[in-house]
Nanobody, 118 residues
């Protein structure tokens, strides 16, 4: 079973930057979508950034202009560069990959905590 492993979380001061990375433990074929979600305490999980197999990116209004998603040079990797961080960006960040072959697979990472101090 392929697993997604996130890294890069931690504590950062407001205004600072952080880069999250997500790598698959094995090969995922026919990737159609890669995204980063986040979930703050007491809130629903929300999609903050995504990239399709065609390279089209999309961002939530709350992070547009501050976050950048990219797929890595290595296969099955995706990163999230977070700049100008705010305390409201504090959340657990999850990596998500969807593959669409003959069967649709939806992979999730275990999450990585990002805490932004004011």
């Amino acid at each position: 079973q392929v697993q997604l492993v996130e890294s890069g979380g931690g504590l950062v001061q407001a205004g600072g930057s952080r880069r999250l990375s997500c790598a698959a433990s094995g090969t995922i074929f026919s990737i159609d979508f890669m995204g980063w979600y986040r979930q703050a305490p007491g809130k629903q999980r929300e999609l903050v950034a995504s990239i399709t197999k065609g390279g089209r990116t999309n961002y939530s209004d709350s992070v547009k202009g501050r976050f950048t998603i990219s797929s890595g040079n290595a296969e099955n990797t995706v990163s999230l560069q977070m700049n100008s961080l705010k305390p409201e960006d504090t959340a657990v960040y999850y990596c998500n990959v969807i593959s669409r072959g003959s069967v649709i697979y939806n992979y999730w990472g275990q999450g990585t905590q990002v805490t932004v101090s004011s």
